[in-house]
């Protein structure tokens, strides 16, 4: 033990004033708390190496992970600008499309609108034929029996030589020679009548179409166009020294 004081004075001596105790110090207990307090401060260095170490190990990974986010946001945003090319490839073809949809919806419907102008033009004039049709048949239903009536009576034949067309051959016109005939064809087609042919040419054939298709009477244009070939008859007789025609 080692006293701090005046070994000549008490433990409670004054000196000028100054009042001085007594301290006794262990060794042995000074050192155990040292060896304590170093092996203390040991572990928490230790603890606070391994937590740094884990620290920069995560700082680390954390690191990594960010250049490798940054990679895939790299990736990531190349992939929309390209998938954003492409949506905007396909919006312009599809608009594109959408045009050429509607180019050929519009020539359809004007296609359309043209067939059916052309049926309706077409049954127009079906309707427009038929109705001639009908109106000839009216027409012919009314002249045959009469024609036939007076076929005999005037001495001539009719002969259908096409569609819509009648030849009528005349006999008799001679008076030496009644086989030699003479003729026209009638084309009864349409409502207005129109010749054809006239073996021997008639001067005055037209104005007796005019004349038929103003009265519609048969049997005097019939009467007439025989008359007619009877004056051409006699007067052809006469400038060859022919013999009269008949009367």
Same mark, same amino acid.
């Given at each position: 033990?080692?006293?701090?004081?005046?070994?000549?004075?008490?433990?409670?001596?004054?000196?000028?004033?100054?009042?001085?105790?007594?301290?006794?110090?262990?060794?042995?207990?000074?050192?155990?708390?040292?060896?304590?307090?170093?092996?203390?401060?040991?572990?928490?260095?230790?603890?606070?190496?391994?937590?740094?170490?884990?620290?920069?190990?995560?700082?680390?990974?954390?690191?990594?992970?960010?250049? @490798?986010?940054?990679? &895939? =946001?790299? *990736? %990531?945003? +190349?992939? !929309?600008? #390209?998938?954003?090319? /492409?949506?905007?490839?396909?919006?312009?073809?599809?608009?594109?499309?959408?045009?050429?949809?509607?180019?050929?919806?519009?020539?359809?419907?004007?296609?359309?609108?043209?067939?059916?102008?052309?049926?309706?033009?077409?049954?127009?004039?079906?309707? @427009?034929?038929?109705? &001639? =049709?009908? *109106? %000839?048949? +009216?027409? !012919?239903? #009314?002249?045959?029996? /009469?024609?036939?009536?007076?076929?005999?009576?005037?001495?001539?034949?009719?002969?259908?030589?096409?569609?819509?067309?009648?030849?009528?051959?005349?006999?008799?016109?001679?008076?030496?020679?009644?086989?030699?005939?003479?003729?026209?064809?009638?084309?009864?087609?349409?409502?207005?009548?129109?010749? %054809?042919?006239?073996?021997?040419?008639?001067?005055?054939? /037209?104005?007796?179409?005019?004349?038929?298709?103003?009265?519609?009477?048969?049997?005097?244009?019939?009467?007439?166009?025989?008359?007619?070939?009877?004056?051409?008859?006699?007067?052809?007789?006469?400038?060859?020294?022919?013999?009269?025609?008949?009367?």
């Amino acid at each position: 033990m080692y006293s701090v004081a005046n070994t000549e004075n008490n433990n409670n001596k004054k000196i000028t004033g100054i009042s001085f105790t007594e301290i006794n110090f262990n060794y042995e207990d000074i050192n155990s708390y040292a060896d304590i307090v170093k092996k203390s401060l040991t572990v928490k260095k230790q603890q606070w190496q391994n937590n740094l170490a884990l620290e920069k190990s995560n700082i680390a990974r954390h690191n990594e992970e960010i250049k @490798s986010f940054e990679k &895939k =946001q790299k *990736s %990531l945003i +190349a992939t !929309l600008d #390209k998938e954003k090319k /492409e949506i905007n490839k396909l919006q312009t073809e599809v608009t594109n499309l959408k045009i050429e949809e509607n180019t050929i919806n519009e020539r359809k419907n004007y296609l359309v609108m043209q067939i059916d102008a052309m049926k309706k033009e077409i049954q127009k004039k079906r309707d @427009s034929i038929v109705a &001639k =049709q009908l *109106s %000839l048949e +009216a027409q !012919l239903s #009314k002249n045959e029996p /009469e024609l036939k009536r007076f076929a005999d009576r005037l001495a001539f034949t009719m002969e259908g030589t096409r569609d819509d067309a009648i030849a009528f051959t005349f006999t008799c016109i001679y008076e030496n020679d009644s086989s030699q005939p003479c003729s026209f064809t009638l084309d009864v087609g349409d409502q207005i009548y129109t010749v %054809l042919e006239c073996n021997p040419p008639l001067e005055q054939i /037209e104005e007796l179409v005019s004349q038929l298709n103003s009265s519609r009477d048969f049997y005097t244009f019939v009467k007439r166009i025989r008359l007619a070939f009877r004056e051409l008859a006699r007067a052809a007789s006469k400038s060859v020294g022919q013999p009269q025609p008949s009367q």
